[in-house]
């Protein structure tokens, strides 16, 4: 019985084995006829190694090129893979840099055939210079034609390419449509953080603390990376942030150049306001230790619109002699509580 059942599989085997054959068979001769559809067939059946084939990029890239010169975008868009990736090759090793420039010929190809992804990746071959010597008049041009066709995630490129005056001249109005438009349709709500620090910073535009806050709530809600945490710190310290941003910034370089001088750990540093006072302490990485808490004071007198105060110890004096002990000291058990 066992026998019988064993020859039953192997003749199932062979039949299904014909079958893909003759499958494979009647797609190709319907590829030889115009069959578009059958092209890509065979050609991803070579990629995938399916349907009785064998792994063969070079024969997946001669049918994808068929359907590609049947004015199919698809066609193309896949034949470009396998340049850009470098899948060309029996043993499969990446390309060299000049499968770049017939990358860029078939992504070019399927952009013109409305292949709005295809015209983003054009702009970054340009734009990155991959292969090719870098141009970033056409990346703009590619850039904003995927983001006008729809690829959003493209639209955040446009708007810094002229904000930046790349490839273009300035232009902060337009950039900012653009970024706009990105902040609507993108997923990432990278865009929306950027308008949000626009808003924020005043430095392309008129500062708006209301639209600032919006914006990064946009950001924050598409993506914990993008403008949560600035949304918090906005909250703390409001039109102050950049003061205090800037006291944090001072602080934490100060330790990261000195800490291994001082003998001790790789600090971090974290801010808090606390009864209209803003705090910033820096502490080893890794430990409970409370650290050094210093004051950030807003005074628009001084040069940098603040000035910093130790509460809790007097270490690093050597801060430019700028750091002196608060005189209405911080008990530590209230730093605790506050950090």
Avoid at 87 to 95: I, K, S
Avoid at 149 to 172: A, Q, V
């Amino acid at each position: 019985m066992k026998k019988h059942l064993f020859f039953l599989v192997i003749l199932l085997f062979l039949n299904g084995c014909d079958a893909k054959k003759d499958n494979i068979d009647t797609h190709k001769a319907a590829c030889e006829t115009g069959n578009i559809s059958s092209c890509n067939y065979v050609a991803e059946s070579y990629e995938r190694g399916d349907n009785g084939l064998k792994v063969s990029y070079e024969m997946a890239e001669q049918y994808f090129l068929k359907a590609c010169n049947m004015q199919d975008a698809f066609g193309c868009v896949r034949v470009a893979n396998i340049y850009y990736f470098g899948f060309l090759g029996d043993d499969n090793r990446l390309a060299s840099e000049p499968y770049y420039t017939k990358a860029l010929e078939y992504y070019t190809k399927a952009c013109a055939k409305k292949d709005m992804k295809s015209c983003g990746i054009v702009g970054d071959i340009y734009s990155d210079g991959r292969g090719i010597p870098k141009n970033e008049f056409s990346a703009l041009s590619f850039f904003e034609a995927a983001c006008d066709g729809g690829e959003f995630g493209y639209c955040y490129r446009t708007g810094s390419y002229y904000i930046d005056g790349k490839g273009t001249s300035k232009n902060i109005t337009k950039g900012l449509e653009y970024w706009n438009k990105a902040c609507a349709g993108a997923e990432t709500g990278y865009a929306c953080y950027e308008i949000g620090k626009a808003h924020y910073t005043g430095e392309i535009i008129p500062k708006n603390m209301v639209k600032a806050k919006d914006f990064f709530k946009k950001g924050c809600e598409r993506s914990k990376f993008n403008g949560c945490e600035e949304l918090k710190r906005l909250d703390a310290f409001g039109d102050h942030l950049h003061l205090v941003a800037d006291a944090e910034f001072f602080i934490h370089s100060f330790y990261d150049i000195n800490y291994k001088i001082y003998g001790d750990r790789e600090h971090v540093c974290e801010s808090k306001a606390h009864n209209e006072l803003f705090l910033v302490r820096c502490y080893p990485k890794g430990s409970n230790y409370i650290g050094n808490v210093f004051v950030v004071e807003i005074n628009n007198t001084t040069i940098n619109g603040y000035e910093l105060k130790a509460t809790n110890e007097i270490a690093f004096n050597s801060l430019g002699g700028l750091i002196k002990r608060y005189k209405k000291d911080i008990p530590v058990s209230e730093l605790i509580k506050i950090f």
